[in-house]
């Protein structure tokens, strides 16, 4: 039986990964969350026997080496970390403390056996880009913000570690991923959750500013094959979508789709953290997926009916 670790197991893509995961009978997951963001809404089916979760805090080394010890992982999935624009740029020192996780899963890592890591990884580590699509080889990594630059010293460590003592990882960079698990501080589910309210959905600047929008279908579909074939073995893959969306056309189509009364509301423009574009290049990811990518309309319509953003 393969033992899996998934950091942020109770996160919105973590907790993804896990039902994506027992429906293995050879998979045994070990869910491990502080709740910072996550929820205990986000669990697997309960039916499901071959996972359990662990309340626990990873930048502690107390709490996550008596996992990692006793448990022994075959693989672990990173993806514990503190997220949200809003949330990382007031608090910023914070969001530098998951250095210490990324460095206590490692450390753990090499000492339990572990056979290879997986790092979520997030398209914040090319900064205000110079070059589209960006890609995993060329495009430079030009991070500034405090959230980004954890993500980058993360890679780091993770190269680092390879080069030094044999762990073996791959690093998925995340770009805006949606879906019905999703919590309302990201734009998406925000403004949708805005929408079925017929309220207002605000919008920094004038919403000219683009975004790619992966389903989270296919997020995981991607990030599966790449776990089970070994795909990408010490190496990066981007994961997202390559349709760029302006964000005033998003709160459009929201709009229309849902049949809402809500009015677009600007606000002055984002001092910092707002990027101006995002378009990754997806020939690694599409290679595995082998299909064609959920598009907006459709994903937007799997959200309308999942029941989770009436409330």
């Not at 699509?133 to 430079?140: A, I, K, L, R, S």
């Not at 992966?214 to 790449?226: L, P, W």
Request: aromatic residues 12%; proline residues 5%.
């Amino acid at each position: 039986m393969r033992k899996i670790l998934i950091t942020g197991g109770a996160g919105f893509i973590g907790s993804s990964l896990a039902d994506r995961l027992i429906q293995d009978p050879k998979n045994y997951v070990v869910l491990v969350d502080n709740y910072l963001t996550g929820s205990p809404q986000n669990f697997p089916d309960p039916t499901y026997k071959n996972w359990h979760f662990i309340k626990a805090d990873i930048n502690r080394y107390t709490d996550i080496s008596a996992i990692m010890c006793a448990h022994r992982f075959d693989y672990v999935f990173h993806y514990a970390a503190m997220v949200g624009v809003q949330r990382t740029l007031q608090q910023p020192v914070q969001v530098l403390e998951d250095i210490q996780g990324i460095k206590n899963i490692l450390d753990l890592c090499k000492n339990t056996g572990v056979q290879k890591i997986f790092y979520a990884s997030s398209s914040e580590v090319y900064g205000e880009s110079v070059r589209y699509p960006q890609d995993e080889v060329n495009t430079p990594l030009n991070s500034r913000l405090p959230y980004a630059v954890v993500k980058n010293v993360g890679e780091a460590f993770c190269t680092s570690y390879q080069k030094e003592f044999g762990l073996d990882y791959t690093i998925f960079r995340f770009f805006n991923t949606y879906g019905p698990k999703q919590s309302t501080d990201f734009v998406l589910s925000k403004f949708l959750r805005a929408a079925l309210k017929n309220e207002n959905i605000t919008i920094y600047g004038d919403g000219s500013q683009s975004r790619t929008f992966c389903y989270i279908n296919d997020n995981i579909d991607a990030t599966v094959d790449a776990f089970y074939n070994n795909y990408y073995l010490n190496d990066v893959m981007n994961v997202g979508n390559d349709i760029e969306t302006p964000i005033l056309e998003l709160a459009q189509q929201i709009i229309a789709l849902s049949g809402s009364k809500s009015q677009i509301v600007h606000l002055p423009p984002l001092k910092e953290g707002d990027m101006r574009r995002r378009l990754p290049h997806l020939s690694r990811m599409k290679k595995l997926l082998n299909r064609p990518l959920v598009t907006l309309e459709e994903g937007i319509g799997k959200m309308l009916t999942c029941g989770r953003f009436n409330d």
